[in-house]
């Protein structure tokens, strides 16, 4: 019985070690709004691929520009200059998550 039970914690503490980054992301969380300044295009097995590059300030960090994991096929989606939310780790602004607006 207390070999099950100590496996059964080693498996949680694994999990929770794992997926740190996600769980502090719903629990502490911030919002703020961001824009998407470009796109970056690419092309993978012949198909051509656009990524957009979005711009945002964290609070008290200056302005980050980054290439979103996000991508459309063909072509972009929304012009440069559209607004976006992003979702982001005070800690860690690298970890974060872009809301586009709907349509």
Known sequence: MLIYVGLILGVLIAGLYMYRKDILFLLKKEETNGVIVNWMAGSEKGKKYFYPMIE???????????????????????????KVIIKY??????????????G
């Open 56 to 82: 945002f300030s964290p609070d008290g960090i200056s302005n980050i520009t980054f290439r979103a994991e996000e991508r459309c096929e063909g072509t972009p989606l929304y012009a440069p200059g559209t």
């Open 89 to 102: 780790l005070p800690t860690d602004p690298e970890y974060r998550k872009v809301v586009y607006p709907k």
